[in-house]
């Protein structure tokens, strides 16, 4: 009985080799497609919204995710997501980046790789004073609403064992949910709720956002896994944002005085991927 010729699981091997080395350099791709296309929520302001005059969408995500366009010399598609569909997405290929108020934690490490951060921010809680709700603990065993996918969900269940949590697709539709009465709380990221807080214009008198912290949110860009010349690219840019100090301008047209955030500075510099303390 002959002995079975290894020459075709050798050529096999050798197809499979050659495969992943053509697939191992994401930056080269988008190189010689001419564009990078940037997943980003939308609905998010001031991170990603739809402008309603222009219809483009803008917002400070997509300044950062245009700046790294730039820098590989292709131009920026964005691509509009949910928040429980942008790490799928990245990992799926049908975006390049994410660039979509996405928190770093270690959990997601596991699945994608992040740039370094590009804003820290914390998780609040906004009610309605006619709810008589003041502090945290009183929302124990109550129903507050928040968006699926995010990492509001389990971190307000962390804050506050017990609490009753029922979550939308995107912000808007849980803000709504409030005014609506389908929940005493809504649970975001400070600035969306600032943001929100200033939509309600005559309304905000009977709203108000509680003081404390659920949480720390380090948010960052979205790379997919083992692409390192991707991500080492997204870094330097970021990187010559902040020495050049247009990361500190981005901030201010996006969240300063002149804007209904209203943040008076930026307490954070664009110079480290660590999510530690």
């Known amino acids: 009985m002959k002995p079975r010729s290894l020459a075709p ?24 497609k001419g564009e990078i296309v940037i997943g980003a929520l939308g609905t998010d302001e001031p991170n990603s919204f739809i402008d309603p005059k222009t219809r483009d969408m803008v917002g400070y995500d997509v300044d950062l995710g245009n700046a790294i366009a730039r820098k590989i010399g292709v131009k920026a598609v964005w691509k509009q997501l949910a928040v429980s569909a ?37 998780q609040k809680v906004m009610v309605k004073k006619s709810s008589g709700i003041t502090a945290l603990d009183q929302l124990a065993g109550r129903k507050v609403v928040t968006v699926k996918g995010g990492t509001q ?9 017990g609490v009753n949590v029922v979550t939308f697709e995107n912000s808007p539709q849980a803000f709504l949910a409030l005014q609506q009465g389908k929940g005493v709380a809504y649970v975001n990221d400070e600035v969306s709720l600032i943001s929100d807080f200033g939509k ?18 380090r948010i960052a860009i979205g790379i997919r896994k083992n692409e390192p ?11 010559d944002l902040e020495k050049s100090g247009e990361a500190e301008k981005l901030f201010l047209k996006w969240y300063g005085p002149a804007t209904r955030l209203k943040f008076d500075k930026r307490d954070f510099r664009i110079d480290s991927d660590r999510i530690d303390g």
């Open 229 to 239: 010349a991707l991500k080492a690219l997204v870094d330097d840019t970021l990187r």
């Open 153 to 161: 969900d389990p971190n307000i269940r962390k804050a506050v064992p």
């Open 200 to 217: 309600l214009g005559a309304a905000s008198t009977g709203y108000q956002i509680l003081p404390q912290n659920i949480s720390v949110e």
């Open 9 to 32: 699981l050798a050529v096999a091997a050798a197809a499979l080799l050659l495969a992943v080395a053509a697939r191992a350099d994401q930056l080269a791709d988008i190189r010689k």
């Open 86 to 122: 942008r790490i799928p997405e990245l990992q799926q290929g049908r975006v390049d980046l994410l660039s979509a108020s996405l928190t770093h934690t270690r959990e997601r490490e596991a699945q994608i790789d992040f740039s370094l951060t590009t804003l820290v921010t914390g």
